[in-house]
């Protein structure tokens, strides 16, 4: 049931949706980069500081990955066992 639980996250909610919310990250963050910037119009520079800054949250959730996926070893032997009986 962990492993099943495991693979819809990573392809369903990390593959399906992943890109596309990195993408509104990414238009959030040149929006408050215009603002910051007083400007009126949304330049490439600001383009660029959103993807940027949305970036920054893929080594952070690799982080909560690992963490994760560590904490799931730590069952294996023991679901192991459960499985011979």
Partial sequence: ??????FFAMYVLGGAFGTTVLGFLS???AQR?????????????HRA?????ALLVVPFNAVILAIILFAGSL?????IERLRG
């Fill in 1 to 6: 049931v962990s492993q099943s639980r495991y």
């Fill in 27 to 29: 238009d959030h963050y």
């Fill in 33 to 45: 980069a215009m603002h910051e910037a007083g400007a009126v119009v949304l330049s490439e520079a």
């Fill in 49 to 53: 500081m959103g993807l940027h800054d």
């Fill in 75 to 79: 069952t294996v032997r023991r679901d």
